[in-house]
C-alpha cells in the first residue's frame, strides 16, 4: 500500500466503525435496524487487516518548514549538575542570550553577568509543591513544542504571550546515585526526575528549531557550533536530539529496573542501556564492524585500562579469567592466576611453592619467586602450549617477581587489581607499549541478572553467583570418606576453574594447579579424555628422557615448550620430524610407550571436578589411569550408583556438591 492507501484505509476503517456504533445505537432507539450492517462487515475486515499490517493509525506531521541555521536568541537553563556552566553561561552572556532558569541555577547564572528571568515570573505561576512543579507549564513547553513557521502555532503563541524558546540546558537529578548510596524507597522516588525529562523530549522532538544539552560534555561542541553567527545548525540538532532521546531512555530504564525489584509483581518488560565507553578494533572477526566495550545502566566498568589496546576477546577473557581468580583467592585464601584463551582457562593455580624439580621443568630455576609469582608459573605451565599468546589474570596485587616472569612470556595482557609500581613499569613496556594492562576493581558489585542477545532473540538470567568453597565437599558418597587439605583445595580449584570454562568442561588438579582442562564437547567423556590427554603431557614433562633433551643453544622459550610437546605425542610426520630435529644438537632417544605408560603409572594423588553429573562409569574408568584419587560432582544422575561403585573398585573419594556450572 502507498502513503495515500494508507491513510483511506485507515479513514475508511475509522469510518465503519462510527457507522456501526451509530446504527447499533439506532437500533437500540428502534430508528435503524441493525440488519442494514452485515454487508460492511467483509470490507471492514479487510480494512481492519490492512491497518492492523501498519501498526494502527498514527499521527500526520505538523506543517512547517525546516531551516537548516536557528539563531539562539532565548536559552531555558535548568541544571542540577552545575559542571561546566560557568564558562556556558559567560558564553551566553557575550551572545546576548536572554535565559530562563529556576532556583539555584539561576543565581549562579546571575553572579556571571547573565541576562536572567526566573521561570516562575515568565510562567506567572510560582514553584510549588517543594519544587516538585517549576517548569510544568504550558508557557515552557509551549516554547519548546511550537512548530517555527507553522501559522496557527505561530498565532497561539502570541496570543498567550509564549516566548521561542531556541535552547534548553538540563541534566538529570541523580537517580543512580541516590539508589547506589543505598536510599530508602522515599529517597529513591523524591529523586526521579519529572520536569527534567519533559523538557528534554519537548526539545529533542522539536529539534528542527530547538538545540537541547544534556550533559556538560556538550558544551564546548555546543560554543563552537554556534561561532559568530550565533546559529546551531539542523544536523546540530538532530545529534543532540539523539543523544537526549538515548539520556532519557536509559534513565528511564533505570528506574523501571529499579522499581520492578521494589515491588511484588515485576512488569514482563525489561530494559537494559548500554553506554558505549570505547570502540574497539573490531568484533570477534574482523569484518564484525562496528564494535565496542559498553557500561551497563550508566555503572562505571568493573576494569580500568592502564596501557594497551585491548580487543573483542581480550576483553572476554580478562573479564572472565578475573572472576575466576577473584572467586579463587577468596575460596583458598592464597594468591590465585588464571591464563585464558578464547574465554576458557588453559591453566589456573594458587600460590604454592615449587618444588627444585618444578623449577627446572618450568624453566624458572633462577627466578625469585614469590606466591603471586608461584601461582602464575603454575597456571601457565598446566598447558604452556595452549597458553600462549594468552591473557593473564592475578587476585591480588602483581609485585615485579611476577611481572618478570610474564616479560619471558608471550602474552596479550593482563588483569588485576593492584600493581606495585616497578611490576607496572616492566609490564608497559612489554610488547613495545602495547601489551594490554587492566586495573581490576575488587569492591565491583554485578548486577543478579544477566542478560544477552542472540540470534534476534534475548535471554535473561541470575547470575551465576554460587559460591565454591569446602562446604560443597561435605556430602563424601564412597566408600572412602577422607578428603585431606590439599585434595580439598584442589577440588576447590577445579571447581571454580571449570565454572569459568565453556561447557561440557572437565578439570584434574594436582598440587594446587590445574593440569588438564577439557574444554566444549558435547560428550563428557571426551571431556575426561582430552583433558586427560594434557594431564598425560604435563605429567610427562617430568620424565628423565624430556627433562634432558639435548637442545641447542639459542632455541627459544616457547620453541622448547612445543618441541617436548610433540616429542612426547610422538606422532610426527616425517617431514614435520626433519624440522624438529633443528632443535636439538644430537638425535634425541626416542621416548617409547612403554617410557610412557611406566611413568605414568607414578601420577597419583590427583584430582578431578565435573561441571555437571557423570552419566556412566566410563569417565571414571578413564580418569584412575592418570592417578585420580579425589572426585567432585553435582550428583543427580541415574547412574549416580554405578558411578559410585567405581569410585569404590578404585579407591577414589567422590564428594557430590550437588551444584551444576554450566557455562555458556
Same mark, same amino acid.
Given at each position: 500500500m502507498c502513503g495515500h492507501e494508507k491513510f483511506m484505509a485507515a479513514l475508511d476503517l475509522l469510518s465503519f466503525r462510527f457507522v456501526s456504533a451509530f446504527c447499533a445505537l439506532g437500533s437500540k432507539r428502534g430508528s435503524l435496524s441493525r440488519a442494514a450492517t452485515p454487508r460492511l462487515q467483509p470490507a471492514a475486515s479487510k480494512l481492519e487487516r490492512q491497518v492492523a499490517a501498519m501498526g494502527g493509525p498514527t499521527l500526520t506531521s505538523v506543517s512547517a518548514p525546516v531551516v537548516d541555521k536557528v539563531e539562539v536568541k532565548t536559552a531555558l537553563v535548568s541544571v542540577f549538575d552545575k559542571a561546566g556552566i560557568e564558562d556556558l553561561g559567560k558564553f551566553l552572556a557575550a551572545k546576548g542570550v536572554h535565559i530562563l532558569s529556576t532556583g539555584g541555577t539561576a543565581a549562579k547564572l546571575r553572579e556571571l553577568g547573565c541576562t536572567v528571568q526566573d521561570v516562575a515570573d515568565y510562567t506567572g505561576s510560582p514553584e510549588i509543591l517543594d519544587g516538585r512543579v517549576k517548569?510544568?507549564?504550558?508557557?515552557?513547553?509551549?516554547?519548546?513544542?511550537?512548530?517555527?513557521?507553522?501559522?496557527?502555532?505561530e498565532a497561539e503563541m502570541e496570543k498567550h504571550g509564549i516566548r521561542k524558546i531556541d535552547l534548553v540546558v538540563v541534566n538529570l537529578y541523580p537517580f543512580r546515585e541516590a539508589v547506589a548510596k543505598g536510599g530508602d524507597f522515599a529517597t529513591c522516588i523524591e529523586n526521579i526526575d519529572i520536569g527534567g525529562p519533559a523538557m528534554i523530549r519537548a526539545s529533542a522532538k522539536n529539534n528542527a528549531a530547538v538545540t537541547i544539552l544534556t550533559s556538560p560534555s556538550q558544551y564546548s561542541k555546543f560554543m563552537q557550533e554556534l561561532g559568530d553567527d550565533g546559529c546551531t545548525s539542523f544536523a546540530f540538532r538532530k545529534n543532540m536530539a539523539a543523544a537526549a532521546y538515548a539520556l532519557t531512555s536509559a534513565y528511564d530504564s533505570a528506574v523501571s529496573t529499579w522499581m520492578a525489584g521494589e515491588v511484588t509483581e515485576?512488569?514482563?518488560?525489561?530494559?537494559?542501556?548500554?553506554?558505549?565507553?570505547?570502540?574497539?578494533?573490531?568484533?570477534?572477526?574482523?569484518?564484525?564492524?562496528?564494535?565496542?566495550?559498553?557500561?551497563?545502566a550508566g555503572r562505571k566498568l568493573p576494569f580500568e585500562v592502564i596501557s594497551g589496546t585491548p580487543g573483542y576477546i581480550n576483553l572476554l577473557d580478562a573479564i572472565n579469567a578475573w572472576q575466576l581468580v577473584h572467586e579463587l583467592g577468596q575460596a583458598t585464601g592464597l594468591p590465585a592466576a588464571a591464563s585464558f584463551k578464547h574465554v576458557s582457562p588453559a591453566g589456573a593455580a594458587i600460590g604454592l611453592p615449587l618444588s627444585d624439580e618444578e623449577r627446572i621443568v618450568y624453566e624458572v630455576k633462577d627466578k625469585e619467586l614469590t606466591p603471586t609469582a608461584c601461582a602464575y608459573v603454575r597456571a601457565r605451565n598446566a598447558d604452556p602450549m595452549c597458553s600462549f599468546g594468552d591473557f593473564v589474570a592475578i587476585s591480588g596485587e602483581v609485585d615485579l617477581a611476577t611481572a618478570m616472569i610474564l616479560k619471558i612470556e608471550v602474552s596479550d595482557g593482563i588483569i588485576a587489581p593492584s600493581f606495585v609500581p616497578e611490576a607496572l613499569e616492566v609490564l608497559k613496556a612489554k610488547k613495545g607499549g602495547k601489551f594490554i594492562v587492566l586495573k581490576a576493581d575488587p569492591a565491583f558489585k554485578y548486577d543478579d541478572l544477566e542478560y544477552r542477545?542472540?540470534?534476534?532473540?534475548?535471554?535473561?538470567q541470575k547470575r551465576n553467583d554460587a559460591l565454591v568453597d569446602a562446604s560443597k565437599l561435605a556430602e563424601v558418597v564412597t566408600a572412602k570418606?577422607?578428603?585431606?587439605?590439599? @585434595?580439598? *583445595?584442589?577440588?576447590? =580449584?577445579?571447581?571454580?576453574?571449570?565454572?569459568?570454562?565453556?561447557?561440557?568442561?572437565?578439570?584434574?588438579?594436582?598440587?594446587?594447579?590445574?593440569?588438564?582442562?577439557?574444554?566444549?564437547?558435547?560428550?563428557?567423556?571426551?571431556?575426561v579424555k582430552l583433558a586427560g590427554r594434557k594431564v598425560a603431557t604435563w605429567w610427562l614433562r617430568f620424565h628423565p628422557k624430556v627433562k634432558g633433551l639435548p637442545f641447542r643453544e639459542g632455541v627459544k622459550r616457547q620453541d622448547r615448550v612445543n618441541a617436548r610437546v610433540r616429542y612426547i605425542e610422538?606422532?610426527?610426520?616425517? @617431514?614435520? *620430524?626433519?624440522?624438529? =630435529?633443528?632443535?636439538?644438537?644430537?638425535?634425541?632417544?626416542?621416548?617409547?610407550?612403554?617410557?610412557?605408560?611406566?611413568?605414568l603409572k607414578g601420577l597419583d594423588g590427583v584430582s578431578i571436578s565435573s561441571d555437571a553429573f557423570f552419566p556412566f562409569r566410563d569417565s571414571i574408568d578413564h580418569a584412575t589411569r592418570l592417578g585420580v584419587k579425589y572426585v567432585a560432582q553435582p550428583g543427580g544422575s541415574v547412574a549416580d550408583a554405578e558411578v559410585i561403585d567405581a569410585c569404590n573398585t578404585y579407591g577414589m573419594a567422590m564428594a557430590f556438591t550437588k551444584l551444576r556450572l554450566f557455562h555458556h
Open positions: 517548569t510544568l507549564h504550558p508557557k515552557v513547553h509551549g516554547g519548546l513544542l511550537a512548530a517555527r513557521g507553522n501559522a496557527g502555532h515485576p512488569p514482563p518488560k525489561k530494559t537494559v542501556a548500554f553506554e558505549m565507553e570505547m570502540p574497539l578494533k573490531y568484533g570477534c572477526n574482523p569484518h564484525q564492524l562496528p564494535a565496542g566495550l559498553c557500561s551497563v542477545m542472540v540470534g534476534g532473540v534475548g535471554f535473561m570418606k577422607s578428603l585431606p587439605d590439599n @585434595a580439598q *583445595k584442589d577440588l576447590i =580449584l577445579a571447581s571454580i576453574a571449570i565454572k569459568y570454562t565453556q561447557s561440557n568442561s572437565v578439570g584434574y588438579s594436582k598440587d594446587g594447579m590445574m593440569v588438564g582442562v577439557g574444554a566444549g564437547q558435547q560428550s563428557r567423556v571426551d571431556c610422538g606422532d610426527m610426520e616425517e @617431514a614435520e *620430524k626433519t624440522e624438529w =630435529l633443528k632443535n636439538f644438537d644430537s638425535p634425541p632417544e626416542p621416548l617409547t610407550a612403554e617410557d610412557k605408560a611406566t611413568f
